[in-house]
């Protein structure tokens, strides 16, 4: 099995639903065996432009360790997901368990 990286990015009119979004991409995550290792909501932020007329998007980051099978059932669902604007699955060599940049820019603002 190989770690990746997936972000991808949901229209903000269906954050609310992002819950069930996510517990239906960890069910077929938990079946297929794969392991999370980071999960981050990095919440809604604007986008560098825009994507089908929408300028803000809920951004969510996830790096898993995952087999060729999983991977290629959560490329099919983002992809057949409206709610879904953009998706991106990165490989990489470990596990990144640290926090990202989004958040550690979120807990910076939050102590000032």
Sequence with gaps: MRHYEITFLVH???????????????????????????????GRKHLAYAI?????????LLNLEANNALLD????????????LRSLVTAR????STPSVFMKDEKA????
């Design 12 to 42: 903000p009119d269906q954050s609310e639903q992002l819950g069930q979004m996510v517990e239906r991409y960890k069910k077929l995550i938990a079946t297929h065996n794969g392991i999370i290792h980071r999960f981050e909501d990095c």
């Design 52 to 60: 089908n007329k929408v300028n803000k998007a809920h951004y969510v």
């Design 73 to 84: 059932e959560l490329n099919h669902a983002f992809k057949f997901n409206d709610a879904i």
């Design 93 to 96: 060599k470990t596990a990144v």
């Design 109 to 112: 603002k939050s102590l000032m």
